[in-house]
């Protein structure tokens, strides 16, 4: 069965320090990522997405991912988290075979300020 | 653009009882698709609606089901309700694949009793 797998539950870092959340995935085809935010109170919202192209993406607020085909990874990065980055951080994964996307079960970002 | 909306926010029902809940997708959009989203479990597809048909549902039993109609607002329905149906309800809105890029709704946070 296809999985999304998000290798930290929850991390905490104190401001100004760099972020790595890993995300790898388990199906070989042709693959939609992205990595969506869900900050206290609010709703899902899109930090960004590879689709194609420069494996090497930017999203808002400061964040990028790099997908690694041969790894099946694309990771969250940020080289410098604030307060505000608190949140739950989710991977996912669209195959464009069909009509859904798999989830990972989430980090929970906690900045200390 | 009005976002996603998703009626009622709370619900509190009790075992054996069914529900509803209601999305209203962003204005053109025609895709909507359904997750249930528990603490450290991320983000669980049932069903994706598109112009009124179902394309694809995820692993849940039959008591989940759905419906989209020609507005392109999707209702989902889980009938006698089982304590481990407590989860927040979240619908998603894409203009044709959800896939692509997805919209969510703030959800609809369900107790079953």
Known sequence: AQSVSQHNHHVILSEAASLELGCNYSYGGTVNLFWYVQYPGQHLQLLLKYFSGDPLVKGIKGFEAEFIKSKFSFNLRKPSVQWSDTAEYFCAVGRRSNYQLIWGAGTKLIIKP | ?113
């Not at chain 2, 075992?15 to 991320?42: A, D, E, K, M």
């Not at chain 2, 694809?56 to 006698?80: A, C, L, Y």
């Not at chain 2, 481990?84 to 809105?93: Q, T, V």
């Open chain 2, 1 to 113: 653009k009005a976002g996603v909306t998703q009626t009622p926010r709370y619900l509190i029902k009790t075992r054996g009882q069914q529900v509803t809940l209601s999305c209203s997708p962003i204005s053109g959009h025609r895709s909507v698709s359904w997750y249930q989203q528990t603490p450290g479990q991320g983000l669980q597809f049932l069903f994706e609606y598109f112009s009124e048909t179902q394309r694809n549902k995820g692993n849940f039993p039959g008591r989940f089901s759905g419906r989209q109609f020609s507005n392109s607002r999707s209702e989902m329905n889980v009938s006698t309700l089982e304590l481990g149906d407590s989860a927040l309800y979240l619908c998603a809105s894409s203009p044709d694949r959800v896939d692509t890029e997805a919209f969510f709704g703030q959800g609809t946070r369900l107790t079953v009793v």
